[in-house]
């Protein structure tokens, strides 16, 4: 069972850019239509954006123009560029498939201060 490794977060100002990364193992990641999903305290797990394997990405509508996947099959690395942040982007962010085929990583906590 894959289990992916997310990197990158931290606390950042308002305003400010995190870049995250996603390592998993496996061949099968460029197959895969790739997604990072976010969790914030007391609320469901969200899909913020997914990106196919030709490069088409598509965003939860409230990170549109400021979130952007990108992925690198050769490296099976998954990434997610977050500029101009918010403190409603505080969460713990995870990468996994779409639909959701592997085991859930430990996430990586970004937290945006006012």
């Known amino acids: 069972q894959v289990q992916p490794v997310e990197s990158g977060g931290g606390l950042v100002q308002a305003g400010g850019s995190l870049r995250l990364s996603c390592a998993a193992s496996?061949?099968?990641?460029?197959?895969?239509?790739m997604a990072w999903y976010r969790q914030a305290p007391g609320k469901q797990r969200q899909l913020v954006g997914r990106?196919?394997?030709?490069?088409?990405?598509t965003y939860l509508t409230s990170v549109k123009g400021r979130f952007t996947i990108s992925r690198d099959n050769a490296k099976n690395t998954l990434y997610l560029q977050m500029s101009s942040l918010k403190p409603e982007d505080t969460a713990v962010y995870y990468c996994?498939?779409?639909?959701?085929?592997?085991?859930w990583g430990q996430g990586t906590q970004v937290t945006v201060s006012s």
């Open positions: 990106i196919f394997s030709g490069g088409t990405t």
């Open positions: 496996g061949s099968i990641f460029s197959a895969n239509i």
């Open positions: 996994n498939t779409d639909p959701i085929q592997w085991s």
